[in-house]
């Protein structure tokens, strides 16, 4: 056994090791087996992580180990301005469009707290469309009074939500393939954006520009991390509530 600043030091080289490359696979056999070493990975939960601001972690099923941001990192997280440059994207309010578009996304294939896998394999792209379309209907069926306390307490911009909605025009029954569309001309072009990005992220995976499948990146993000935030439950809940015009 190694000496707290061996430990340290080999913890610090999985953390480097990710920041270079995004990932550490088991091909890469020293720096693998650095991180399964159980004092590594003691000195990556206890230092590394809450200094740095990240998660660190292993998919089992691939044997691939990931590097995410908190919520709190403002480092390694992509500020406004760099996500609207990277989705191509107008105005923060667009942004927070795609942030909504994004956990619709997440909340056809994950619904519980309780839940360890995720419950479908993929998911169609008018499906979300139909269920973000859903969801801006509600938000305008209530009262200023409810609005402005969901928004709250959810803390969610809905009014730049819906105002980014509507300013986008409607989804084209023409258009069948999400590759094909024009990403400024409707709803179906801005999802574009959103799913494009999340593909570069390598967090989904667009399937003939028709259907959207999370990878194992995501559903491991969100089963360790994302439901470990109680806000991010009440969102998913509510996104599922709209849906049937209850909050």
């Not at 089992?60 to 500020?79: A, F, H, Q």
């Not at 859903?134 to 609005?147: G, I, R």
């Not at 570069?200 to 994302?226: C, D, F, Q, S």
Request: aromatic share 10%.
């Amino acid at each position: 056994m190694g000496t707290l600043k061996d430990e340290f030091a080999d913890a610090f080289s999985v953390f480097i090791a990710l920041q270079k490359e995004g990932r550490i696979t088991k091909d890469n056999e020293e720096i693998y087996g650095t991180f399964k070493r159980a004092e590594v990975q003691e000195m990556i939960r206890d230092v590394i992580e809450p200094n740095a601001q990240v998660k660190i972690f292993e998919y089992e099923d691939s044997g691939i180990i990931y590097m995410v941001p908190t919520l709190e990192n403002r480092v390694l997280s992509y500020t406004n301005e760099e996500l609207r440059k990277e989705m191509g994207l107008k105005n923060n309010e667009h942004l927070y469009l795609a942030y909504f578009c994004m956990l619709v996304l997440l909340s056809k294939f994950f619904n519980s707290m309780d839940q360890t896998v995720s419950t479908r394999q993929y998911v169609r792209i008018e499906e979300i469309l139909e269920t973000v379309g859903k969801s801006m209907d509600y938000f305008k069926s209530l009262d200023e009074d409810d609005l402005t306390s969901i928004a709250e307490d959810l803390e969610l911009d809905l009014k730049g939500i819906m105002n980014s909605w509507d300013s986008v025009p409607e989804f084209n029954e023409t258009v069948k393939n999400l590759k094909k569309s024009k990403y400024d001309k409707h709803h179906f072009g801005f999802l574009n954006k959103v799913l494009v990005f999340l593909e570069k992220e390598e967090l989904a995976v667009i399937m003939e520009g028709k259907e959207v499948r999370i990878t194992e990146k995501l559903n491991h993000v969100v089963i360790k991390y994302y439901f470990n935030t109680g806000r991010k439950e009440r969102i998913m809940r509510f996104i599922t509530n709209s849906q049937m015009g209850r909050g």
